[in-house]
T-cell receptor
């Protein structure tokens, strides 16, 4: 079965600094990878996806992610963090039956 | 506006009292699913439906039922809720672009 791992429970970054939220994957075949964000008391919102093509994927709210096949990683990045980026971030991979398999989530805290 | 709606948003109930959480989407998506979110476990799929009258178990289906009588609706049924079903539940639908759209969530407490 496909799986993803988010090795950090929490990431802290100062406003204006670059941020990275890590994700590694384990799949058979070509991976379909996703990032979602969850703000307090809200549902999950789609940020970006990698299916094929360029390894650098650009998404919503200035986020981007880099697909690295050799390292089996799909880290989420943003050049300059905002306080409003503070939220819970989930990496996910498509499994058979078109379901999404989610990581445990990473809390991002951006301090001013 | 494209959206997935769920009701109720919050529910406190007692063990054994049957309940239904409704889910509806207005995007004409064929694929819908239910997830539960628990701290440290991420989201786990309960059931999914590829189309009307076609449903299948996800990773944690025990204690749940679903039905898909029409494309837009996908209710989640707990016939006899137990405290271990206390969780945050999300309904989602998916289009051809593989992007899943999530509802706002239903926080269920079973005492």
């Amino acid at each position: 079965a496909q799986s993803v791992a988010q090795p950090e429970d929490q990431v802290n970054v100062a406003e204006g600094n670059p941020l990275t939220v890590k994700c590694t994957y384990s799949v058979s075949g070509n991976p379909y990878l996703f990032w979602y964000v969850q703000y307090p008391n809200r549902g999950l919102q789609f940020l970006l996806k990698y299916i094929t093509g360029d390894n650098l994927v650009k998404g919503s709210y200035g986020f981007e992610a880099e697909f690295n096949k050799s390292q089996t990683s799909f880290h989420l990045k943003k050049p300059s963090a905002l306080v409003s980026d503070s939220a819970l971030y989930f990496c996910a991979v498509r499994d058979k039956g078109n379901k999404l398999v989610f990581g445990a989530g990473t809390i991002l805290r951006v301090k001013s | 506006e494209a959206q997935v709606t769920q009701n109720p948003r919050y529910l406190i109930t007692v063990t054994g009292k049957k309940l239904t959480v409704t889910c509806s989407q207005n995007m004409n998506h064929e694929y819908m699913s239910w997830y539960r979110q628990d701290p440290g476990l991420g989201l786990r799929q309960i059931y999914y439906s590829m189309n009307v009258e076609v449903t299948d178990k996800g990773d944690v289906p025990e204690g749940y039922k679903v039905s898909r009588k029409e494309k837009r609706n996908f209710p989640l049924i707990l016939e006899s809720p137990s405290p271990n079903q206390t969780s945050l539940y999300f309904c989602a639908s998916r289009g051809d672009d593989y992007e899943q759209y999530f509802g706002p969530g239903t926080r269920l407490t079973v005492t």
